[in-house]
Structure formats: structure tokens, C-alpha cells
């Protein structure tokens, strides 16, 4: 059973801007909050942005604000990760998460980049930025 399907990744220039998208089931779409992480190689896996489904309160790491946008689109299920201003060091497999995510005490839902919080996982898509 697929619950997220990440696409969009490629090849692209130092400079270039590239979107990705992700495909959630119905079920999964229902979670508080979808996010995007990277892993590049050699790399642990890292918290790029994240998103509440109902509200749309968005959390972004510091590598990526001001140069990548969250966003999604309820009624197809969709997240969207736009990236620009690409540069080598975003080269990494993207992926596409979802959760429940609560505070450091499980007592409420809060947006966070917290990787144990996010319990859904796409397969990952590549991005290269060449230099």
C-alpha cells in the first residue's frame, strides 16, 4: 500500500529552481502535518520543511528559508517542496513524511521538524545540483 508518492526530482544547475510534489492516500492526508527531509550521501537524514494540512502553518530549517516554499493543495492530497536558488549542497534524496506531530511532552499537536515525530514515508526522490 503506497501512502506517498514523491516526484519532481533531477538534475539541475547551481542557480536553477525546482519543484517537488507528493502524493498522499486519503488516510494519510488526514495526519496534522506533512514534511520534507533530505539525506545526502554519507549524511544523516535532515528536517528541510514542514506544513500542517488544515491550517497550512508552515516550519522551515534555516539551510532553506528564504530560498524554498512549502505548500499544499487539500483537495488533490498534494505537497509541494519549490525550491530556488539550488546549490550543491542541497544534492540529497528528498523525502515526502507525514504524522501526528506533538510537543516534547505528547500532550498537543505542534509542527516540527522532529523526524521520530513523522510515522508515514514516501520512497524519496533524488535532486543533484551540479556547480
Known amino acids: 500500500q503506497v501512502q506517498l508518492v514523491e516526484s519532481g526530482g533531477g538534475l539541475v544547475q547551481a542557480g536553477d529552481s525546482l519543484r517537488l510534489s507528493c502524493v498522499a492516500d486519503?488516510?494519510?492526508?488526514?495526519?496534522?502535518?506533512a514534511g520534507w527531509f533530505r539525506q545526502a550521501p554519507g549524511k544523516e537524514r535532515e528536517f528541510v520543511a514542514a506544513?500542517?494540512?488544515?491550517?497550512?502553518?508552515?516550519l522551515y530549517a534555516d539551510s532553506v528559508k528564504d530560498r524554498f516554499t512549502i505548500s499544499r493543495d487539500r483537495a488533490e492530497r498534494t505537497v509541494y517542496l519549490q525550491m530556488s536558488s539550488l546549490n550543491a549542497g542541497d544534492t540529497a534524496v528528498y523525502y515526502c513524511?507525514?504524522?501526528?506531530?506533538?510537543?516534547?511532552?505528547?500532550?498537543?499537536?505542534?509542527?516540527?521538524?522532529?523526524?521520530?515525530?513523522?510515522?508515514?514515508w514516501g520512497q524519496g526522490t533524488q535532486v543533484t545540483v551540479s556547480s
Open positions: 513524511a507525514a504524522g501526528d506531530t506533538l510537543d516534547p511532552s505528547n500532550s498537543y499537536y505542534l509542527l516540527t521538524g522532529e523526524i521520530g515525530q513523522y510515522d508515514t
Open positions: 506544513i500542517t494540512w488544515v491550517s497550512q502553518r508552515k
Open positions: 486519503a488516510r494519510t492526508a488526514n495526519k496534522y502535518a
